[in-house]
């Protein structure tokens, strides 16, 4: 699995859009972006991926961009709830792979 | 309803013990794992199973036995425990029609050995 790099931590106001980075340069054409988040104590919750395209549920939007080696994750109304940590993932989508969770980027919602 | 969960959520015992958690889902995923999140928040996958079968073992001590009774179940017995098994230990489990890199956790079992 391609390594990901994040910033280790982030501040967003409450009510605006979080913007979380992810490099993964060393990606290759079978691997998808993944993106999870922890809350303090709970179990990783998973929020969205994407291969090449831009992809939004109603958690979150993912932009990956044109020679996907970076991607961005899009809380667009961040509350208090988001607080968390968030992990950038690369892993190709079939077989029982592993999830290597990096260090992640710890998100701070601020009132 | 509760998809992944686990039992129990907190479990304290001495060094040398043997301890069970059990961890069950109601998704229909027929893939299971255990992960490891020891005390720096690093959270490492231990073992996969899928449908019944052992696929991942990721250099985990012998002590440490996952059992797997049906595919809606995936139990981690651990015999003799030492201090450094002290860890949240989280189950989840995958589908095929989802992807197998979407992945839904449980709750997490805080084990502290004393």
């Known amino acids: 699995d391609a390594k990901t790099t994040q910033p280790p931590s982030m501040d967003c106001a409450e009510g605006r859009a979080a913007n979380l980075p992810c490099n993964h340069s060393?990606?290759?054409?079978?691997?998808?972006v993944y993106w999870y988040r922890q809350i303090h104590s709970q179990g990783p919750q998973y929020i969205i991926h994407?291969?090449?395209n831009n992809e939004t549920n109603e958690m979150a939007s993912l932009i990956i961009t044109e020679d996907r080696k970076s991607s961005t994750l899009i809380l667009p109304h961040a509350t208090l709830r988001d607080t968390a940590v968030y992990y950038c993932i690369v892993r190709v989508n079939f077989g029982n792979e592993k999830l290597t969770f990096g260090t992640g980027t710890r998100l701070t919602i601020i009132p | 309803d509760t998809a992944v969960s686990q039992t129990p959520k907190y479990l304290v015992t001495q060094m040398g013990n043997d301890k069970s958690i059990k961890c069950e889902q109601n998704?229909?995923?027929?893939?299971m794992y255990w992960y490891k999140q020891d005390s720096k928040k690093f959270l490492k996958i231990m073992f996969s199973y899928n449908n019944k079968e052992l696929i991942i073992n990721e250099t985990v001590p012998n002590r440490f036995s996952p059992k797997s009774p049906d595919k809606a179940h995936l139990n981690l017995h651990i015999n003799s425990l030492e201090l450094g098994d002290s860890a949240v230990y989280f189950c989840?489990?995958?589908?095929?029609?989802?992807?197998?890199?979407?992945?839904?956790f449980g709750p997490g079992t805080r084990l502290t050995v004393t």
């Open positions: 989840a489990s995958s589908g095929s029609l989802a992807g197998f890199g979407e992945q839904y």
């Open positions: 060393t990606i290759s054409g079978n691997e998808y």
């Open positions: 998704l229909g995923h027929d893939t």
């Open positions: 994407g291969l090449k």
